[in-house]
């Protein structure tokens, strides 16, 4: 699976999450999901998700990928937020797109050359991979002090004290991300990357020896190819379960111990008649509803219960907001006191 | 533009193994190779006006990746322009325009003039009114300048031609040796 395949794989999700919040969300769950930190417009991450694997193809250049950006974002009537225009919290600003697009081709191609680098040939050939500056950063982090306490977290298994190296199966890998990841990047803007390291370099470290090698390779073997499925379920505790409903709603399905992604969930819910769900009072006959397309269903909630509407609910001190849909547009959007 | 190697082990003598575990490990180094050359020259190539890195070749060495695995090593970089800048070319201007812009800014490096109009500012309008072309009469080139500063933020050229540079990978011997460090 190419890295833009992995991009295109993910779910697109909204949410009001921050990027601190998303953090709390497990590893497995949030690594299946395609999001922008505080974007509750699923169309707007559909957008994002697109122009980021349009770029990770080469198919699309920064610049492109931010046009294509900006058109869904005017398409689906954003305003830039006053007096913060051109800061991280305005999505069309560069610094704030090019973060999203940087991070999620960076994110998907990490993991792509991480499954790659894990076949039996190429575990013999490096079973082992340096920490290494990549991209040069006015203020560096201190990433030799975040090794070592991401070694004392995992007791050093296959990981080495005086050198950032260690073997590729090394739990030390996931504990030095912020996200969770055993691949880069391993924080927001952090400029550092990997580098494999050859048989002979990880023996001379004493991170393994030939026979270890030849046991990697035979578990490489053994091991089936990993795949990967925005659909696919993860394990979590009860409150875990809840605090996901809670914060995801029908965007996310928890049954029996798991939790998984429901990939347009909105619409779904809008066509099987469970628009009162969505909240926000949504109405809206079911008999215009069937003739909808996904893009405008996606629409509604963030109409009536995201993005614009709460305020809009706020002043207006709670009530039922309405979309009128003429030819497929939403053309007027109506407000009745309860 | 992508560029797309296929080694195949007539092209590499006798050094790529029978055995799959190691012809697996041929193309991977092939692969790990052609990612550390590219790392190495984002590192010794800082750009040339001084402007702010854009980390051009560090973005190329992660695109790189393998599409098949076994005796023919095939090996990608999905980076536009990687291609263009191994064979060399002519660039002309996209869409029917009529010149390619060249940052002269620091701070404009990486953004298109497209960019500055109202339409990607988040305003209803689609004007234009941020840039103004400046094109002296007879010349081969002409400039975009900040409406209101006059300051001159883009070189306008009807064409450009990169030279091909073949040391944008690594050479045959090159290849060679890290098949064998890999396998051996």
Redesign the interface.
């Known amino acids: 699976m190419?890295?833009?395949e992995k991009i295109l794989a993910k779910v697109a999700v909204g949410s009001r999450l921050n990027s601190v919040q998303w953090r709390t969300i497990q590893a497995g769950l949030r690594d299946r999901a395609s999001f922008s930190a505080q974007v509750v417009n699923v169309q707007v991450v559909k957008a994002m998700q697109r122009a980021a694997a349009g770029h990770?193809?080469?198919?699309?250049?920064?610049?492109e990928a931010?046009?294509q950006i900006?058109q869904a974002?005017?398409g689906e009537g954003?305003?830039?937020p006053e007096g913060q225009?051109g800061t991280i919290v305005d999505l069309?600003s560069?610094r704030r797109l090019d973060m999203k697009l940087k991070t999620d081709v960076?994110m998907a191609?990490?993991w792509?050359?991480m499954v790659?680098?894990m076949?039996?040939?190429?575990i013999?050939?490096?079973p082992a991979q340096r920490l290494v500056r990549?991209?040069?950063r006015r203020v560096p982090r201190d990433w030799e002090s975040r090794w070592r306490l991401a070694g004392d977290r995992v007791g050093w298994n296959g990981a080495s004290r005086e050198d950032m190296t260690a073997l590729k199966t090394s739990p030390i890998w996931s504990a030095l991300s912020i996200f969770g990841n055993p691949f880069p990047p391993f924080d927001f803007n952090s400029g550092m990357?990997l580098?494999?390291v050859?048989r002979?370099t990880a023996i001379e470290l004493g991170l393994t020896t030939r026979e270890g090698v030849a046991k990697m390779?035979e578990e490489a073997?053994e091991a089936k190819p990993p795949e990967f499925n925005g659909t696919l379920a993860v394990k979590v505790e009860p409150d875990e379960g809840e605090y996901l409903k809670d914060r995801f709603g029908d965007q996310v399905n928890v049954e029996g111990g798991q939790a998984k992604w429901v990939p347009d969930a909105v619409p779904n819910a809008i066509r099987a008649g469970n628009a009162a769900d969505l909240g926000g009072g949504l109405t809206v006959d079911p008999e215009v509803v069937a003739g909808l397309g996904d893009d405008i269903l996606n629409l509604l909630p963030s109409l009536c219960r995201g993005g614009r509407a709460n305020p809009i609910l706020d002043l207006l001190g709670g009530g039922v907001l309405s979309a009128i849909i003429v030819g497929g547009k939403v053309t007027e959007v109506r407000h009745e006191n309860p | 533009?992508?560029l797309k190697l296929k080694i195949k082990p007539e092209d590499m003598g006798d050094i790529i193994p029978p055995d799959?575990?190691?012809?697996?490990?041929?193309?991977?180094?092939m692969?790990?190779l052609v990612a550390?050359h590219l790392?190495d020259r984002?590192g010794s190539h800082a750009n040339r006006r001084g402007f702010p890195?854009s980390?051009y070749w560090?973005d190329a060495?992660?695109?790189v990746?393998?599409?098949h695995?076994g005796k023919t090593a095939e090996i990608e970089?999905?980076?536009?322009?990687v291609a263009l800048h191994y064979e060399g070319g002519t660039v002309l201007p996209k869409n029917g325009g009529r010149a390619l812009a060249i940052p002269l800014a620091a701070e404009i490096y990486?953004?298109?003039p497209?960019?500055w109009s109202g339409?990607?500012?988040?305003d209803e309008s689609d004007s234009d009114d941020v840039l103004q072309m400046f094109w002296p009469k007879g010349s081969p080139h002409g400039f975009l300048k900040d409406r209101d500063s006059s300051e001159l933020l883009y070189l306008l050229v009807p064409r450009a031609n990169i030279h091909a540079d073949k040391t944008v990978l690594p050479t045959e011997d090159e290849f060679i040796d890290a098949v064998r460090?890999?396998?051996l």
Not at chain 2, 77 to 81: A, S, T, V
Not at chain 2, 119 to 122: E, K, M, P, Q
């Open positions: 190419t890295a833009a990770a193809d080469g198919a699309l250049d920064l610049s931010r046009k900006r974002l005017l954003y305003h830039r225009e069309m560069q960076q191609r990490g792509a050359r790659d680098g076949s039996p040939g190429a013999y050939a490096f990549v991209r040069d990357g580098r494999d050859p002979k390779v073997k | 533009m992508r799959e575990v190691l012809a697996d490990a041929a193309s991977y180094a692969m790990e550390r790392s984002n890195r980390d560090q060495s992660e695109s990746h393998r599409s695995r970089i999905d980076k536009e322009g990486g953004k298109r497209s960019e339409f990607n500012r988040g460090e890999a396998i």
